[in-house]
């Protein structure tokens, strides 16, 4: 099975920074779309950025010019740099992968809390 491996989340004061990174398990295959989500207590988890495998990429409104979505296709890697952190940025962030080929995957991380606060 396909597994998403999730790191650099953490603690950070409001205006700073921060970059997340999730790698996919297995070299063989690209996935179409690599992005990412968030889930704060209380709330719905919503779409944060996704990026294909051609580059194109889209942003929720709350993060545009802020957060910058990248990704390294040769290993499955997608990146998230975070920028001028708000409050209203803490949450759980998820990774998610998806492709059609060979077969259908949707595949999940297990999330990993960022926190800002002073």
């Known amino acids: 099975q396909v597994q998403l491996v999730e790191s650099g989340g953490g603690w950070v004061q409001p205006g700073g920074s921060l970059r997340l990174s999730c790698a996919a398990s297995g070299g063989t295959f690209t996935f179409n779309i690599m992005g990412w989500y968030r889930q704060a207590p209380g709330n719905e988890r919503e779409l944060v950025a996704f990026i294909s495998d051609g580059g194109s990429t889209n942003y929720a409104d709350s993060v545009k010019g802020r957060f910058t979505i990248s990704r390294v296709n040769a290993n499955n890697t997608v990146y998230l740099q975070m920028s001028s952190l708000k409050p209203e940025d803490t949450a759980v962030y998820y990774c998610?992968?998806?492709?059609?080929?060979?077969?259908?995957?949707?595949?999940w991380g297990q999330g990993t809390q960022v926190t800002v606060s002073s």
């Open positions: 998610n992968a998806k492709r059609m080929w060979p077969s259908t995957v949707d595949a």
